[in-house]
C-alpha cells in the first residue's frame, strides 16, 4: 500500500476486483474506490488518517466476487474484423476457433479505461491473450470489439488504438441519458454472442 496524496492509498494486489468490492461494502469514509488492472485507489475523505485507512484495509476480509449486483450484458457482435486472421495465427487457433474462444467463455468488467464507457474486459479464454499491433491504428470505429494481452474490449467512440480488431457491434457503451450513463459496471459478467450481420 503507498500513499497517494494526503488522502488516498494505492494498493497494488493481484485480487483486483475481490478487494474492489470488500472496500466499498467494508470500510467507511471513502469518497470512491478506482480499481484498475494491477491496483485499487482509495480515495479518502479529507482528514482521514491514512494509517487508519491502511489498518483496516489490512484487516479486510477479501472474498472471491461471485457475481456483481449488476445484470449480465449480451454484446451481439459481427465477427469480421480486420485482425480476425491476425489473432489465429498468432494463437495458433482457426478463425472459427477464435470465435468460439471469444464467445465461449463469460468475461468480467475488471475496471474502466481510455474513454467514457470503455471496460477491460478479463477472464475470457486464456489462449486469446495477444500483444497489441505493432503499429496502432488512427482511427479505430466505435463499436469495435478488440483483443490486447488478456484483456476483451468494445471501443465506445472513435478513436485511435492499438488493439487487435475481432468484430463489431452496434451496442451504445456510453449514454449521457441513461443511469448509469456506461453500460458496463466494475464487476459485470459480459458475454459476446456471434452474429451474422
Avoid: N
Amino acid at each position: 500500500m503507498l500513499p497517494y496524496g494526503d488522502s488516498a492509498l494505492l494498493v497494488e494486489t493481484d485480487d483486483v476486483l475481490p478487494l474492489a468490492e470488500a472496500c466499498r461494502s467494508g470500510l467507511d469514509g471513502l469518497l470512491d474506490v478506482v480499481p484498475a488492472a494491477r491496483t485499487v485507489l482509495l480515495l479518502a475523505e479529507p482528514g482521514t488518517d491514512l494509517g487508519g485507512l491502511r489498518a483496516a484495509v489490512e484487516t479486510l476480509e477479501v472474498a472471491a466476487v461471485e457475481a456483481a449486483e449488476v445484470a449480465a450484458v449480451e454484446i451481439p457482435v459481427v465477427y469480421d474484423g480486420p485482425d480476425l486472421a491476425d489473432v489465429a495465427a498468432l494463437t495458433g487457433l482457426s478463425e472459427d476457433e477464435v470465435v468460439a474462444a471469444h464467445t465461449g467463455t463469460a468475461w468480467r468488467v475488471a475496471f474502466g479505461g481510455f474513454a467514457p464507457g470503455f471496460a477491460y474486459l478479463a477472464g475470457g479464454d486464456p489462449r486469446l491473450s495477444v500483444s497489441r499491433r505493432e503499429t496502432s491504428r488512427t482511427k479505430v470505429p466505435a463499436g469495435s470489439v478488440g483483443l490486447a494481452g488478456e484483456y476483451s474490449g468494445v471501443y465506445p467512440r472513435s478513436s485511435p488504438g492499438g488493439w487487435q480488431l475481432l468484430g463489431r457491434t452496434d451496442v451504445v457503451l456510453f449514454d449521457l441519458d441513461r443511469d448509469p450513463p456506461a453500460l458496463l459496471q466494475p464487476g459485470a459478467e459480459v458475454r459476446f454472442v456471434a452474429r451474422d450481420s
